[in-house]
């Protein structure tokens, strides 16, 4: 069965900088896009930034030159660095893999910034 195992999150300071880290372990398929999404409360859940399997990047306005996502295909785990992070990132971040055929979700992973 496949899971994604996510990591990295945390509470910082306002400025301050986490690296989020997620790994899907079982057997999967070939992943095309992998991708952060992020769910504050009492707010919809929204994208934060999706890498695809050519390594094309888009991200989120709103974290546009302070995130960056990444990923390693050889260990099948896409990252997100998050520097400068502001008290309006605090959210669970969830990680999203899709293959051809399925599209897999991570538990979530909460950040909490300090002002």
């Known amino acids: 069965q496949v899971q994604l195992v996510e990591s990295g999150g945390g509470l910082v300071q306002a400025g301050g900088s986490l690296r989020l880290s997620c790994a899907a372990s079982?057997?999967?398929?070939?992943?095309?896009?992998m991708a952060w999404y992020r769910q504050a409360p009492g707010k919809q859940r929204e994208l934060v930034a999706r890498i695809t399997s050519g390594g094309s990047t888009n991200y989120a306005d709103s974290v546009k030159g302070r995130f960056t996502i990444s990923r390693d295909n050889a260990k099948n785990t896409v990252y997100l660095q998050m520097n400068s992070l502001k008290p309006e990132d605090a959210a669970v971040y969830y990680c999203?893999?899709?293959?051809?055929?399925?599209?897999?979700w991570g538990q979530g992973t909460q950040v909490t910034v300090s002002s």
């Open positions: 079982g057997t999967i398929f070939r992943i095309n896009d």
């Open positions: 999203n893999v899709a293959t051809i055929t399925r599209v897999y």
